[in-house]
């Protein structure tokens, strides 16, 4: 089969062009430019090159950016203390708060004392409920990304068998509840996860199939169907010496095998990733638009 | 097949009768009574029955009930500052607001006005929220009415296929996020809807089949693996000359030829009914014993 390879990367790119065109415009008229800030607790390797990504996708999106860094021995009192100046903060539109924090932090805490108005990472049980009941409401980047790719490559959904391996509360619970609606996917959903006894059998079945278990290479062939639209979701690191940062990212699907079944598959690199951070942008210029909340 | 019909009234009435233990032993020790109330609006057949059996149910089990009723041309204002003394009121431990109320009145914004620590209904998007990511909160009753007959019936749900017809927000949803979760259901969860193009076939694969459409007697035997476990959520009321009250419940499963096929069935009326309001009785108790939040 000829299959079309999502390009995650081309789609951000021209995503952000469109949103830096928006704010253009708003600017313009004499609007404010949208504020993103992002607190980064510690000298994590990935949370450094997410957060400094999310800068830079700010530059290119023509926002305001704040980055504020805390060192590992931050206490929870004391980030909490700046989320409270954050929600004050009328000059920021939006902020996430970089997980994972240190152990002696609170995650789910530090999550609900953000304003949900300002959740652009749409974590708040706010945005979560609102997300599952269908209302207007920020929904968190990865699960969006994936919809809008869907989108874009005009993907068909309705009605269609949606299988997802996964049940994370960030990309496999949302997918499932977005995939269901009427106003989104209007698929058959299906979720799989490590229990399941019939998972390769749901996976023969899907039409789409969306990979997030974070396993490399879990996805054979011999479990796509013909036809199928496949998104890789997995990012894991895997060590290449070939590589001068010493790893490659490896995503739950193999990648040779599987695509000439397919009639969409995406890449890793460069498929859902890219769009991530995109929809971060994405949220944060509907925060600055209080598209959902006054 | 010798199928277990799941007495729902039976399995209520011994919860009934357990939460009045916990109450009488909370009160001997100097404890306050769990206080309920229920805000109706207007006069609505179904509306004012079930409001009466929830005030009957909080005898049952020892609450304290106040029923507040208003006509129907209530304002949303006079509404809304309603659900304000109620949150304010600290002897009231939880409330519901019958739903539906009158076209003029946004229920969404009557809800979301109830303190998510009284919401024993459920349908605050906190408590929405913390539910679909696995958090301790107020589960709406018929998803946990089901969970618990699952439970006590010992019907096995680790890692088999769990197939849900209908994806509305008060069954569907909040059912296939709890079957998917760990501590709840475990299993490999499917969404079926009205637009699902494969929805017999997945009804056949289905280890349990939960029926919340609407419909009267859409699950026909061929519809029923052998062995499945059927719990029918349906409860139409279907014109009945032969009735005092001119109309019978119908469920979505047609009893009398899936019952044979089946290891467990919830009969209707009599199964996923009066579990319904028991367990927002469960909730009050939770709710007065200040055991999700503080």
Redesign the interface.
Known sequence: MNYTLVDGKATAATIKAEIKQEVEEIVARGGKRPHLAAILVGHDGGSETYVKNKVLACEACGFESTLLRFEDDITEDELLACVTQLNENPDIDGFIVQLPLPRHINE?RVIEAIDYRKDVDGF????????????PCFISATPLGILTLLKRYNVPT????CVILG?S?IVG??M??LM???QWG????????S?????VE?CR?ADILIAAIGQPGFVTADMVKEGAAVIDVGTTRVPDPTRKSGFRLSGDVRFDEVAPRCSFITPVPGGVGPMTICMLMLNTLSAAKKEFYK
């Open positions: 789910q708040h049980p706010i945005n979560v409920g609102r997300m599952a009941i269908g209302l309705r009605g269609k068998k049940r509360n619970k949302p499932a509840q269901m609606q009427k209007d698929s058959t959903v299906t979720v799989c996860h229990r399941s006894e019939t998972l749901e079945k």
